[in-house]
């Protein structure tokens, strides 16, 4: 079964976009990552929340537009409850996380699910559903905007470790979501 990573780009300060959901702080970071790329290459669905979707993009107007600076192309999930009426070639539109959950599993087959939205993956991660977590530390402070993780109330999710690296535009930690009994 494929596993399901949330993977984001974050300031130091933890935003993964800023006021009003605003990525373009992120544009000026962005360059060759072979973190990002092994990603992107072991990436076999996207699972994306409708803000995200719908949202801000560094490159928005550029070649570089889309899921991986432009490079994706493959099975992409959303998750909605307001659908477009004609979505683009490989986009399905789903009304629920465990629908969205399903069919991207299904989609990647032995590679990975990779969720890009916040509330979305608080939402897998509430589920039980994250394998792993790939964030990209960027060097800016934003001060404000949308968290790279944020349950009102607080909610614990132990991770593991797995990874450290510093390619010149971001450091890149990976963790494993470390599951009761383990």
Known sequence: MARVLYSAAMSLDGYVAGPGGDMSWLAQHVGPDPDAEELATSTGALLVG???????DPNAG???EGAFGGTWSGPTIVVTHHPDPEPPPDVTFVGSVEEGLDLARAAAGERAVNILGADLARQCLALGAVDEIVVFVVPELL???VRLFHEP??????LERTRLSGPPHATSIWYQVVRSGR
């Open 50 to 56: 409708a803000r995200t979707y719908r949202g801000d």
């Open 153 to 158: 109330g607080g909610m614990s999710v132990r």
């Open 62 to 64: 550029t070649d570089a």
């Open 143 to 145: 001060g404000d905007g």
